[in-house]
């Protein structure tokens, strides 16, 4: 069957993260037959899409939706059914998979997959290509006349190695083109070879476990270097961005990957998304000598109350501040995710992650607007406490979504401002680490041609380090006074136990 994957977008995407959901589907099914092509629709414009869905005209289309992609998403699916009727459109992804009758409410979409899409995809196009009935496929939700129908569940793939690398039928030169967010040294590639998450924060789950299931799941450590070593050899890749929620949550994993980079002198440099509960300084070490150098943590908040009552994370302030003095002690960078902005968080409880920030003074730091997403325990929270301000989350994340008695937008904003970094900051290469990164960076960028990098790096750096300025001219010294009258009746700060 002649089969278009498409990731939704505006053709606007400034670095190359991998739509690796649709990759991983359309390698399996090229893999037994079916003729496949990928659109990612946020590297290419609408004229050149258009062109690609006409002159290959296929007779199913899977579309990928998140919560937040998902409006255009649909309206790709309504140009779609307005050109091709007969064509099939089937969407998948996290936001189909929480809400499947929600997403077929929509006319130009005729089947949801829910969940891990790989077997589900494939039999039900092969149901579809001979015209067969579909209602016994497992993991999907289909129309039978007004009803939608939700099947049982499809089981997961126990042994991920059965895949072929996703890898392998993107068209890689049309993403490397694109510069990589900071400090990535290019040409670089974004992989995923691990399956859910065991942990339960409230802001994430139970999400993920209704994609992916409880148990994680990983490829063998034999067949992600089998992978990274073919992108080397074939593309000349020098990063690899691992984007698993928690590549180092199974140590004998971790492990065995660094040993084996070691082993096999594969000279890459790694990024990894981590937690602070999975770290120690054996493993840390053993990681940089694989070629980690910059681990990604969620610290999420400096509040004791914030990050163990209403984000659950299940980590305390003191151990996200050991883990990252762990790294600084170690020589590895540290990116740090912040949240700001929680349900029932006040100015203090911000100062408290502001406080923890400063002390530390990571390389980078995001700090994002609390955005409870459909599907989550937060976003349940919210909604029965009637916090939300919007209901539309195709608007920016980026802005307030839900009422906080003592802060509003603005103060948020500043915050934000105040603590982040979002990629290059020219104040921070008096850090002797900072500099050796970027101009490692900026070196590999000129190697690679990618000039648009350096000057991206540099517009950026100056923005941000303007919005700094301007938050750091009006300080927080109204929350120091109340912090500090706190401390003195109470001996301890708001928030902590
Ligand atoms: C890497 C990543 C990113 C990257 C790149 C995203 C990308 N796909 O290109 C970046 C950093 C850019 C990013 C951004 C965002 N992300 Co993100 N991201 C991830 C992460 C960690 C991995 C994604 C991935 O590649 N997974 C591996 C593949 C194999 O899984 P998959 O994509 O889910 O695909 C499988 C199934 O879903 C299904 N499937 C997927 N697509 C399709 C299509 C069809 C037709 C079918 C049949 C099946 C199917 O089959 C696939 C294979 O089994 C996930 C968490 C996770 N572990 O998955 C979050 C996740 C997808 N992101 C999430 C969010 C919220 C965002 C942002 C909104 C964050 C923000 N505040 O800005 C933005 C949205 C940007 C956008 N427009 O897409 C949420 C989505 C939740 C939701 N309700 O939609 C997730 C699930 C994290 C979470 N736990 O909350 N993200
Ligand atoms: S550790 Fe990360 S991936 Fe796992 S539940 Fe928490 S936020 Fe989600």
Redesign the pocket.
């Known amino acids: 069957m002649k089969i278009l994957l498409i990731f939704p977008g505006r053709g606007m995407m400034k670095e190359n993260v991998l739509p690796l959901g649709i990759a991983y589907i359309g390698a399996y099914l090229k893999s037994r037959n079916h003729d496949v092509k990928i659109c990612d629709m946020r590297i290419i414009n609408f004229k050149d899409f258009k062109k690609i869905l006409l002159d290959y005209s296929p007779e199913c289309v899977g579309i990928h939706a998140n919560t937040t992609n998902l409006k255009v998403g649909l309206k790709t699916a309504k140009f779609i059914k307005k050109k091709l009727p007969d064509c099939k459109v089937v969407c998948g992804g996290p936001h189909p998979t929480i809400a499947p009758k929600e997403v077929l409410k929509n006319k130009f979409v005729d089947v949801v997959v829910v969940g891990e899409g790989e077997l589900t995809f494939l039999e039900l196009v092969n149901k579809l290509e001979t015209n067969e009935d579909i209602s016994e496929v497992k993991g999907i939700c289909y129309k039978k006349g007004k009803e939608r129908i939700v099947t049982e569940p499809r089981e997961y793939i126990q042994n991920l190695d059965i895949l072929p690398f996703p890898t392998s039928i993107l068209q890689l030169k049309d993403f490397l083109k694109k510069g990589p967010r900071f400090p990535v040294i290019p040409p670089s590639i974004s992989m995923v070879v691990s399956r859910s ?1 065991m ?3 409230s ?3 139970p999400t ?1 476990r209704k994609i992916f299931g409880r148990k994680v799941r990983y490829r063998s450590v034999k067949n992600v270097i089998k992978e990274i070593k073919m992108l080397k050899r074939r593309y000349d890749i020098r990063t690899v961005f691992f984007f698993d ?2 590549l180092t949550v199974n140590r004998k994993w971790i492990t065995k990957f660094c040993n084996e980079a070691i082993r096999e002198k594969l000279k890459m440099n790694f990024i990894c998304q981590s ?1 602070v509960n999975t770290i120690d300084e054996e493993l840390l070490k053993r990681m940089k000598r694989a070629g980690f150098y910059n681990i990604i943590f ?1 610290i999420e908040s400096g509040s004791m109350r914030i990050l163990t009552r209403v984000l659950r ?1 299940g980590a305390t302030p003191e151990m996200n501040k050991k883990a990252m003095f762990l790294c600084k002690k170690l020589g590895l960078s540290v990116l740090a995710n912040v949240m700001i902005g929680n349900p029932t968080e006040d100015e203090n409880d911000i100062y408290l992650t502001y406080k923890l920030i400063k002390e530390f003074n990571p390389d980078l730091v995001y700090a994002n607007i609390t955005t409870p997403l459909p599907g989550t325990d937060l976003y349940d929270f919210c909604k029965k406490k009637r916090l939300f301000l919007v209901k539309n989350y195709n608007r920016s994340v980026y802005k307030q979504k839900i009422k906080l008695k003592h802060l509003n937008r603005t103060k948020l904003m500043k915050w934000k401002f105040k603590m982040q970094a979002f990629t290059f900051m020219p104040s921070k290469l008096i850090k002797p680490r900072y500099l050796k990164m970027t101009l490692k960076r900026w070196f590999a960028g000129i190697e690679t041609r990618n000039f648009s990098m350096i000057v991206n790096d540099l517009i950026q750096g100056f923005e941000n380090e303007g919005k700094r300025i301007i938050a750091s001219l009006t300080p927080p010294l109204t929350y120091k006074r109340v912090m500090s009258t706190y401390r003195y009746l109470f001996g301890k700060n708001i928030g902590e136990r």
């Open positions: 998450c942990y339960n924060c802001f994430c789950q993920l929620d928690t937690r969620g994370k």
